[in-house]
């Protein structure tokens, strides 16, 4: 029987088992009470590396040569030190610790490793160093244009530190969130969490047991990173005010949304200081759906001026109103939030929020990887980042009549509406 493979990082193939018809060979040796030679496990291994030093490879068995089977050998941690002229834990350390050697020896040494093929294997170092050089980023929904370039400035801010980024998509389930980071809790050295889902309490028990910062989410004891809601609403409600428009719908998002609690909250300490009147509709699912279903909801009593949620839900909401040949914004006045790429896409343009999602991504990468190297956890009151209005065409003046349905005979409007169930 050949010789076992001993790689545990998995840089090389193991030789393939014997087929059907060398086995039996195999058993009745076995039956007869003889032991395969396994060879003792490599002492002393550098660190980066869990490969077999020269002249331990072994050769490939015969049967698996004559079977057609073949083994594919990379180049080792030792064929660099050798063409390079110089020790194996040399190498080790301008791959995993480059500022421990002299610039010129590393630079020969990357040189050597890239002629042979030589690739490191963060595994192995994970093993070793307990530092993996991975980044656990949790969404809510991929498929949400507000998360690209979150994803962008958390990739790109990653990348510099040397850090990849290992994505992870909830789908808007706070089970699918705590499931995926407890898979991925032993191989990250940070978690990035964009828009959690999970409890407060779950948020915390999980940072306990790594470095962690939280986007779009206040958590106490846990660094975050959020957009300055109050500043954002208030202004959508300030425009909406200034062009004549009394009272607004808030069309609401999910109700596990930090976010929503926050912009609802503006929204109300705005309208006793602008002395414009609010009311609630939601929640509502964060895509174009949720508007559809908003818009169905507003339309038993409508009002001139809508804020969003999300862009994605103002999209639907005029989709839906523009169906039943209500103009926007001759009608009705939208406003929607975060500025994604298809806000000046659709028609009209959409007057929205802008929040400066890259930057809040890069900003969370840059205080987890300090953490990662030793800071403190700043547990304090989050870091804000600016928002502001950008005005399109989705917004106009108010209406000089209440604003009529088709065929309806029209609706006045009451300064608050129940949300509706199930919406």
């Known amino acids: 029987m050949g010789r076992k493979d001993t790689d545990g990082a998995g840089d090389r193939e193991p030789v393939e088992a014997l087929d059907d018809e060398h086995r039996p060979a195999q058993d009745a040796a076995i039956r007869d009470g003889q032991d395969a030679a396994v060879p003792d496990a490599q002492a002393a291994v550098p660190e980066d590396s869990y490969e077999t030093p020269p002249g331990q490879e072994g050769d490939v068995p015969a049967e698996a040569v004559a079977s057609g089977q073949r083994r594919r050998i990379s180049p080792t941690i030792y064929d660099v030190a050798q063409a390079a002229g110089v020790a194996p834990s040399t190498v080790s350390r ?117 470095p962690m910062v939280a986007l779009n989410r206040a958590v106490r004891e846990i660094p975050s990173v959020v957009p300055d809601n109050a500043r954002g609403v208030r202004r959508a409600l300030e425009h909406l005010g200034e062009l004549g428009h009394d009272p607004v719908t808030y069309l609401a998002g999910p109700e596990a949304s930090w976010a929503d609690g926050m912009r609802w909250r503006g929204l109300r300490e705005a309208s006793l200081e602008l002395s414009v009147h609010v009311r609630r509709l939601g929640p509502l699912s964060p895509n174009v759906a949720g508007g559809v279903a908003g818009a169905k909801a507003w339309m038993l009593a409508p009002t001139s001026g809508v804020i969003a949620y999300n862009d994605l839900v103002a999209i639907g909401f005029i989709r839906a109103v523009q169906g039943r040949g209500i103009g926007v914004p001759s009608d009705v006045s939208v406003v929607g939030y975060d500025n994604i790429f298809a806000a000046d896409l659709v028609s009209p343009a959409l007057t929205t929020v802008a929040t400066p999602r890259r930057a809040l991504g890069a900003a969370a990468v840059r205080n987890l990887v300090a953490q990662i190297k030793g800071a403190h956890p700043r547990g304090g009151p989050p870091v804000v980042v600016p928002v502001k209005l950008v005005e399109r065409a989705s917004t106009a003046e108010a209406p000089g009549a209440a604003v009529r349905l088709p065929h309806s005979g029209g609706h006045t409007v009451p300064d608050i509406l129940p949300a509706p169930e199930n919406a």
């Open 94 to 210: 301008t791959f995993s610790r480059p500022g421990r050697v002299n610039s010129e020896t590393a630079d020969r040494i990357r040189k050597v490793a890239a002629e042979l093929g030589y690739r490191t294997n963060p595994m192995a170092r994970a093993l070793a160093t307990t530092h993996s050089s991975l980044i656990a980023l949790v969404v809510p929904d991929i498929t949400n244009p507000v998360y690209f370039e979150i994803i962008n400035g958390v990739q790109d801010e990653a990348a510099e530190a040397g850090y990849t980024v290992l994505l992870v998509d909830s789908r808007e389930s706070d089970k699918r969130e705590r499931e995926a980071l407890e898979r991925a809790l032993p191989i990250v050295d940070g978690i990035v969490l964009g828009t959690s889902r999970m409890s407060d309490a779950s948020i915390r028990m999980i940072a306990k047991q790594k």
